[in-house]
């Protein structure tokens, strides 16, 4: 995440050969077959829009300059799914979230990646729903 807070430096290697980073990112970090060829042009049409890759380093640079919190405790009820085989984000991101809120609990997703959202949408609406329901 340092490397973002070079101006310009992270935006022209996300654009590098055609995206290839981020293109490598959606086909590793997930199953086989979740993304097509379609979805993955679709992708990179959205990155092509002026401004679109500066936003998504903007959220990594913003991550160092955010002001203390005084009391970072969730309250409302909260629900974390996540994808245990995620290759980008530790399991302890979601359990270090989960022990700042008041009512957290998981869904831990067993052959979900860090797409699981798309890999399993059924599960994941469902999810949603019945939380959405009971909170």
């Known amino acids: 995440m340092m490397i973002c807070q070079v101006p ?3 935006e022209s290697l996300l654009r590098f050969r055609n995206f290839a980073i981020l293109r490598g990112m959606l086909h590793i970090g997930g199953r086989k077959g979740t993304f097509s060829d379609a979805d993955t042009r679709r992708y990179m049409r959205t990155w092509s829009v002026p401004g679109a890759v500066t ?3 903007n959220w990594y640079r913003a991550l160092r300059r955010r002001p203390p919190i005084d009391n970072p405790r969730v309250k409302p009820p909260t629900l974390v799914i996540w994808g245990n085989r995620d290759p980008y984000l530790q399991k302890g ?3 270090a979230s989960l022990s700042l809120c008041d009512n957290g ?3 831990w997703m067993e052959d979900g990646s860090h797409w699981v959202h798309i890999e399993e949408p059924q599960v ?3 999810a949603l729903i019945d939380f ?3 909170s």
């Open 55 to 57: 936003g998504m380093v």
């Open 105 to 107: 609990e998981a869904l």
């Open 132 to 134: 959405l329901t009971r």
């Open 93 to 95: 991101l979601a359990e």
């Open 8 to 10: 310009y430096l992270p």
């Open 124 to 126: 994941v609406n469902k």
